[in-house]
Structure formats: structure tokens, C-alpha cells
């Protein structure tokens, strides 16, 4: 018995489950057409049965028709299929963790986080000179103060930039300016000038010889510290002049607005176009991208794999998702239009100004142009620092004579 048990356990065996009215015929006939069954045992109204896997594998020529399936596989061959099927996964788990760990070493996507004014592609030009680009070896980066400075300098205007490194993703936040600051190595003379005009409030040489006094007026592009001086025995000597320029700056916009109030209404119709994206690839997972609104809101979404807070691993989703509306007007009152005009122009002009801006004064002028036209003009007074640096031309460094000795000639 032992023996016959161990020869079933590797050879394989199937229980059968037996129904229907002739499950008795079933077992008598299998018998007799040498299917070898054993094990037969009734449970309710069917009868249940062990059966060779090398019998069970034919059981289909048997003649008659008959409600026989399968309750469960036993034996060797089964367990080694299942053994494979695990072994399949767990090797299929691993590659996947190599390859997102593989992958997790390089940069696959760069977010701009811009003014609307600013160029996105001079700015990715001046990260690829850096070497941040998609593809690129993280642990082969520069350090994120290095490529700031970078793209500062091959950037024209922008004032302020810094870089960020999250996982597979890199950031790269960026302001505009008006006249694009450099940066300079600390033995490379240059001048404190100027970004933008407005009336001098304090100035604090920290290196160099100021130029402007407070309530002077000053124009973009004008010295205000200076990195050269001249001394009794040392003229034309320069420094890489540092500091602190706080101006009051001067910021107006205008625009003529309709007494008209055009708002969305949504009709509650959606399309949405789902792509996966893996490391640099993306792959829509949509057959067509026919439109089929008129007016609509597009809205893309990415939902990105990541570890903990920050640590993207380079995978995910992206779903452009299409909201259609429809376009309505209603006639508005002057004061309303005043107040809408004045919140539009106040984010526009707060588009234009230097990081650290401090609010002194504002004010709103409005007049009436026709029955139906506003012309609104927004005032605002800022303390802003406008000092960037500006590299000296024309480097002329003359040294302190040296006294000559009594027995000179």
C-alpha cells in the first residue's frame, strides 16, 4: 500500500467529481474500458474518484456524455508545474525590481517649474550643457548648485534658478529677470549693477566702493558698487565686488475690459486618454485620440511610482482627461468690471518681480472708454533687491609700487 501510494504520488493522479443520474454508469463503464479508478466514495448526491493523470488525459474518448470534473490534481507533475509557475513569478519579480533599480539610476524626466515668459527650451538646452538631460547617470551629475550656476549663465533673462533631484525626476525652477544676473568665480572682477530701474534705498558694500546714494534714481544696467578703485599708488585695481541694493521699484499695467462676465457651464461629458509611461517611453493604452467636443478643458494628470515622499522610480500613468463645456455671457456692472480688471493686472505684474518683493503701495485708476469698454490701470510700489553681478570688461590690475631700496641706482 505504501508503495502503490508513493507510485500514484509520481506518476500523478486527478479526484474526479461525479453528477448527474448516470454517475454509477459512469464509474462501471470507465471500469471496464480499463481506466483505473480507485478511491470511489460518495459525497451527497455525487460520487467522487482517483484517477491516474495518464488515464485522465484520454477520459475525453470515452463514449456517452457524462458531468465529470475536476475536484482536485495531486502528485508530483502538478506540484513541479506549480513549482515552475512560482519560480516564473518570483524570476519575473526579480527582473522587475533589477530593471526599476537599474533605471532608478537615471534621470527619465525634467519638470520646468517657469514664468510664462520664460523659454522652457533654452532653458533644457542650457540643463543638457550641464549634462542633465532624460538619460542621463545621476550619480555621473554635477552637483545641483553647478548646474544652477550654468544655466544661469547661458540663460538670458532669468534672475533666479535652482535645481532639485527627486529619484528619476529632476526640477528646475526658474524667474525671470530683466537683465540676466551672472555668476562669476570669486577672482574674476565685476561691478554690482542694476536689474531693473527704481529709486536707491540702502546700499551695503560688502566688496567694492559704492556708486549710488539712497533716493537715487537708477536705471537698469547702471554700476552701483563698483569693483574698482583707485589709490595713490594703485589705480585701476579690481575687485569681485559684493553687496546689497534695495531700491523702491515702479510697476504699472493696463487693458480695456467689456462690462461682459463670460464664464464655463460643464455638461458633464468626459474623455479621457490613458498612456503609460516607463522610464523615457510612453505608450498610449487608447486605439483612437478623436476628439469629440468642441470647447473643452484639458487636464493631464501623472500619477508616478515612487518610494516614500520624494523617490520617483520612473514609472507610472498619464491621463489626458477632456472636459467639455459650453461658453455663457451675462452683462456686468462698471464696478464689477473694475474689480475683475484689477485682480488680472495685480497677477500680471506679480509675474514680473524679484523674488523677496515686498509690497509698499498700490493703486487702481479706471475710466469709462464707451458704453460697454473699461480702461483700468493698476499701480504698485515695491522694495525689490535689483543688484546683480556684471563682469568687467576690460580687467587692467595695476600693483602697488614696491619702495626701492637706498642703494637704487
Given at each position: 500500500?505504501?508503495?502503490?501510494?508513493?507510485?500514484?504520488?509520481?506518476?500523478?493522479?486527478?479526484?474526479?467529481?461525479?453528477?448527474?443520474?448516470?454517475?454509477?454508469?459512469?464509474?462501471?463503464?470507465?471500469?471496464?474500458?480499463g481506466y483505473r479508478i480507485s478511491g470511489i466514495e460518495y459525497d451527497g448526491d455525487e460520487i467522487t474518484?482517483?484517477?491516474?493523470?495518464?488515464?485522465?488525459?484520454?477520459?475525453?474518448?470515452?463514449?456517452?456524455?457524462?458531468?465529470?470534473?475536476?475536484?482536485?490534481?495531486c502528485g508530483l507533475p502538478f506540484f513541479l508545474a506549480e513549482l515552475t509557475r512560482k519560480r516564473a513569478?518570483?524570476?519575473?519579480?526579480?527582473?522587475?525590481?533589477?530593471?526599476?533599480?537599474?533605471?532608478?539610476?537615471?534621470?527619465?524626466?525634467?519638470?520646468?517649474?517657469?514664468?510664462?515668459?520664460?523659454?522652457?527650451?533654452?532653458?533644457?538646452?542650457?540643463?543638457?550643457?550641464?549634462?542633465?538631460?532624460?538619460?542621463?547617470?545621476?550619480?555621473?551629475?554635477?552637483?545641483?548648485?553647478?548646474?544652477?550656476?550654468?544655466?544661469?549663465?547661458?540663460?538670458?533673462?532669468?534672475?533666479?534658478?535652482?535645481?532639485?533631484?527627486?529619484?528619476?525626476?529632476?526640477?528646475?525652477?526658474?524667474?525671470?529677470?530683466?537683465?540676466?544676473?551672472?555668476?562669476?568665480d570669486e577672482s574674476i572682477p565685476c561691478d554690482i549693477i542694476a536689474m531693473r530701474s527704481g529709486i536707491?534705498?540702502?546700499?551695503?558694500?560688502?566688496?567694492?566702493?559704492?556708486?549710488?546714494?539712497?533716493?537715487?534714481?537708477?536705471?537698469?544696467?547702471?554700476?552701483?558698487?563698483?569693483?574698482?578703485?583707485?589709490?595713490?599708488?594703485?589705480?585701476?585695481?579690481?575687485?569681485?565686488?559684493?553687496?546689497?541694493?534695495?531700491?523702491?521699484?515702479?510697476?504699472?499695467?493696463?487693458?480695456?475690459?467689456?462690462?461682459?462676465?463670460?464664464?464655463?457651464?460643464?455638461?458633464?461629458?468626459?474623455?479621457?486618454?490613458?498612456?503609460?509611461?516607463?522610464?523615457?517611453?510612453?505608450?498610449?493604452?487608447?486605439?483612437?485620440?478623436?476628439?469629440?467636443?468642441?470647447?473643452?478643458?484639458?487636464?493631464?494628470?501623472?500619477?508616478?511610482?515612487?518610494?516614500?515622499?520624494?523617490?520617483?522610480?520612473?514609472?507610472?500613468?498619464?491621463?489626458?482627461?477632456?472636459?467639455?463645456?459650453?461658453?455663457?455671457?451675462?452683462?456686468?456692472?462698471?464696478?464689477?468690471?473694475?474689480?475683475?480688471?484689477?485682480?488680472?493686472?495685480?497677477?500680471?505684474?506679480?509675474?514680473?518681480?524679484?523674488?523677496?518683493?515686498?509690497?509698499?503701495?498700490?493703486?487702481?485708476?479706471?475710466?469709462?472708454?464707451?458704453?460697454?469698454?473699461?480702461?483700468?490701470?493698476?499701480?504698485?510700489?515695491?522694495?525689490?533687491?535689483?543688484?546683480?553681478?556684471?563682469?568687467?570688461?576690460?580687467?587692467?590690475?595695476?600693483?602697488?609700487?614696491?619702495?626701492?631700496?637706498?642703494?637704487?641706482?
Amino acid at each position: 500500500m505504501f508503495f502503490a501510494k508513493i507510485f500514484h504520488f509520481l506518476k500523478g493522479y486527478v479526484i474526479l467529481k461525479v453528477a448527474g443520474n448516470n454517475k454509477e454508469k459512469f464509474i462501471s463503464k470507465a471500469a471496464l474500458s480499463g481506466y483505473r479508478i480507485s478511491g470511489i466514495e460518495y459525497d451527497g448526491d455525487e460520487i467522487t474518484a482517483k484517477m491516474p493523470l495518464s488515464d485522465y488525459r484520454r477520459i475525453h474518448s470515452l463514449p456517452g456524455i457524462w458531468k465529470v470534473s475536476v475536484k482536485k490534481r495531486c502528485g508530483l507533475p502538478f506540484f513541479l508545474a506549480e513549482l515552475t509557475r512560482k519560480r516564473a513569478v518570483l524570476v519575473i519579480l526579480c527582473l522587475f525590481v533589477l530593471t526599476a533599480f537599474i533605471g532608478s539610476q537615471f534621470i527619465w524626466s525634467i519638470d520646468f517649474d517657469a514664468d510664462k515668459e520664460v523659454n522652457i527650451a533654452k532653458i533644457e538646452s542650457a540643463a543638457g550643457d550641464a549634462g542633465l538631460k532624460i538619460g542621463a547617470f545621476k550619480h555621473g551629475l554635477k552637483k545641483p548648485e553647478e548646474i544652477k550656476n550654468i544655466i544661469l549663465n547661458r540663460t538670458e533673462g532669468i534672475s533666479w534658478c535652482w535645481v532639485y533631484i527627486k529619484g528619476t525626476k529632476a526640477v528646475i525652477r526658474v524667474r525671470k529677470s530683466f537683465i540676466p544676473p551672472e555668476i562669476f568665480d570669486e577672482s574674476i572682477p565685476c561691478d554690482i549693477i542694476a536689474m531693473r530701474s527704481g529709486i536707491i534705498k540702502r546700499v551695503i558694500p560688502q566688496k567694492g566702493r559704492s556708486t549710488a546714494g539712497i533716493n537715487q534714481a537708477v536705471t537698469a544696467g547702471e554700476t552701483i558698487i563698483s569693483g574698482t578703485f583707485d589709490f595713490n599708488d594703485a589705480k585701476g585695481y579690481q575687485v569681485h565686488a559684493k553687496g546689497i541694493v534695495e531700491a523702491y521699484t515702479n510697476h504699472a499695467k493696463s487693458g480695456t475690459y467689456k462690462q461682459v462676465y463670460c464664464y464655463k457651464t460643464y455638461t458633464g461629458r468626459i474623455q479621457r486618454f490613458l498612456t503609460l509611461k516607463f522610464y523615457k517611453w510612453e505608450i498610449p493604452l487608447y486605439i483612437k485620440d478623436r476628439i469629440r467636443f468642441q470647447d473643452y478643458d484639458s487636464i493631464e494628470r501623472h500619477y508616478d511610482a515612487k518610494i516614500g515622499k520624494n523617490y520617483y522610480i520612473g514609472i507610472g500613468f498619464k491621463v489626458n482627461e477632456l472636459k467639455e463645456y459650453e461658453t455663457k455671457k451675462e452683462p456686468i456692472s462698471y464696478e464689477t468690471t473694475v474689480s475683475f480688471a484689477q485682480k488680472e493686472l495685480e497677477r500680471d505684474i506679480s509675474h514680473e518681480l524679484l523674488p523677496g518683493s515686498q509690497l509698499i503701495s498700490k493703486s487702481c485708476d479706471h475710466e469709462r472708454v464707451d458704453e460697454e469698454t473699461v480702461r483700468v490701470t493698476v499701480t504698485m510700489d515695491f522694495v525689490e533687491e535689483i543688484g546683480t553681478e556684471k563682469r568687467i570688461e576690460e580687467v587692467k590690475v595695476i600693483e602697488p609700487k614696491n619702495n626701492q631700496s637706498a642703494g637704487g641706482d
